[in-house]
């Protein structure tokens, strides 16, 4: 059960980065379908980044500038948590809430 919740955590803070992107593209942007879609796109890439990265040879580092690789490639679910893995997604989401407080900041939602 430890090893499940552990995984479950690993997915959950990677939502939680991917909705913190969308909250500062939406943020920075000022348009909630604009957001989403970049957000949509940045995540499959990195996805599409994560799986293939490894068949070509040389490019086996790109995979740790994805999202995906600080998610499952500790395997959570044999391992358990890996704190630094989850300080990882915890980072990103903070970058990019942090970057929302300063966006909406500087927005005028007076108008």
Known sequence: IGDVAAATLQLVLL???????????GCWLGRRGLAIGVTSALAVATFLLDAFSPAVDGLGWAAQLTP?????EALP????LDLAHA?????IAGVALAGS????GRRDVRT
């Open 77 to 80: 679910i044999a391992n358990g």
């Open 87 to 91: 300080g990882v997604l915890l980072g």
């Open 15 to 25: 939502g939680v980065a991917f909705g913190a992107i969308a909250m500062f593209l």
């Open 101 to 104: 407080l300063v966006a909406f």
């Open 68 to 72: 995906f690789y600080y998610y499952g």
